[in-house]
Nanobody
Framework: QLQLVESGGGLVQPGGSLRLSCAGSGFSLDYYTIGWYRQAPGKQRELVATISGGITNYADSVKGRFTISSDNGENTAALQMNSLKPDDTGVYYC?????????????WGQGTQVTVSS
């Protein structure tokens, strides 16, 4: 079965750090654009960060605090989150997408809860 498997969420105090991981299962993440999204209660899902061919992009709200990375050898991607704020609370989803010969391949992780609270 082709899927993304996430891990690393949890409860952390404001100012703390968490590292989320996303592993490709049954397929290689090579040549995919990897994105991390989050959805807070009552809000729409929003894009947090992407990495493609080593080029990264971040939402303004997380610039300087979050770092996205990928490790093709391990077939994983990660989101390092530092200086966490209560507004960072939500369910975080990993996404992998690419288009080859006009066919789009689009995979989502199951989501992992991140709660920032004192």
């Amino acid at each position: 079965q082709l899927q993304l498997v996430e891990s690393g969420g949890g409860l952390v105090q404001p100012g703390g750090s968490l590292r989320l991981s996303c592993a490709g299962s049954g397929f290689s993440l090579d040549y995919y654009t990897i994105g991390w999204y989050r959805q807070a209660p009552g809000k729409q899902r929003e894009l947090v960060a992407t990495i493609s061919g080593g080029i990264t992009n971040y939402a303004d709200s997380v610039k300087g605090r979050f770092t996205i990375s990928s490790d093709n050898g391990e077939n994983t991607a990660a989101l390092q989150m530092n200086s966490l704020k209560p507004d960072d609370t939500g369910v975080y989803y990993c996404n992998a997408v690419k288009t080859t010969w006009g066919i789009q391949y689009d995979y989502w992780g199951q989501g992992t809860q991140v709660t920032v609270s004192s």
